[in-house]
């Protein structure tokens, strides 16, 4: 079975321009996630959906980043203007949500992305 | 609020020997459900194990064991007989109140030198 599918794996822009990462969740899986690693801050959870819908998107840095789920097979997290800080690798997971159950996250290979 | 803590940020052992990297959370919550992520050069995370709050019994799959203690508040994850390929940066997570938000450690990275 295919896993957490993401693109571009690599994405070196400039700064001031827009990036777009896209991801595909594990077919049947009802929840995603967009996740940021640095070497400061670690692994941060940047916005969560379920069934589609935002759920929480506390840990989104500011107005310059935004996500959307149009359906349950596709998700897109837009960074504009992008700045050198948001140089990170950027992590989508997805699972299956049973209430309360504390599900398993699964993880794709990630984007790496670079603003010069 | 949840907490999970690795203090260990590095650790170096030669091939073949034995070792743990430790792993202590706080939760309010009675029902809460704890992971181990494994993420090697590459990049990715990888999956290796998910408990919850009521399982207690230690686990073991192949050279990989994992030790619950609620008493102490700790899951530790042992490796027996390490070998390079499990070199990477280890993650232990928490999920509680019935939430799927996931707080990760701060990661131990384990150097297998040959």
């Known amino acids: 079975d295919a896993g957490v599918i993401q693109s571009p794996r690599h994405e070196v822009t400039e700064m001031g321009q827009e990036v777009t990462l896209r991801c595909k969740p594990i077919?049947?899986?009802?929840?995603l996630f967009w996740y940021r690693q640095t070497m400061m801050r670690g692994l941060e959870l940047l916005i969560y959906?379920?069934?589609?819908?935002?759920?929480?998107d506390s840990g989104m840095p500011e107005d310059r980043f935004s996500a959307k789920m149009p359906n349950a097979s596709f998700s897109t997290l837009k960074i504009q203007p992008s700045e050198p800080r948001d140089s990170a690798v950027y992590f989508c997971?997805?699972?299956?949500?049973?209430?309360?159950?504390?599900?398993?996250?699964?993880f794709g290979p990630g984007t790496r992305l670079l603003v010069l | 609020a949840q907490k999970v803590t690795q203090a260990q940020t590095e650790i170096s052992v030669v091939e073949k020997e034995d070792v743990t990297l430790d792993c202590v959370y706080e939760t309010r919550d009675t029902t809460y459900y704890l992971f181990w992520y494994k993420q090697p050069p590459s990049g990715e995370l990888v999956f290796l194990i998910r408990?919850?709050?009521?399982?207690?019994q230690n686990e073991i799959s192949g050279r990989y064991s994992w030790n619950f203690q609620k008493s102490t508040s700790s899951f530790n994850f042992t490796i027996t007989a390490s070998q390079v390929v499990d070199s990477a940066v280890y993650f232990c997570?928490?999920?509680?109140?019935?939430?799927?938000?996931?707080?990760f450690g701060t990661g131990t990275k384990l150097q297998v030198i040959p």
């Open positions: 959906f379920n069934n589609n819908v935002p759920i929480d």
């Open positions: 408990r919850n709050s009521f399982d207690e």
């Open positions: 997971a997805s699972s299956l949500e049973v209430r309360g159950r504390g599900e398993t996250q699964y």
């Open positions: 997570a928490l999920n509680s109140g019935g939430y799927q938000k996931v707080t």
């Open positions: 077919s049947g899986h009802n929840s």
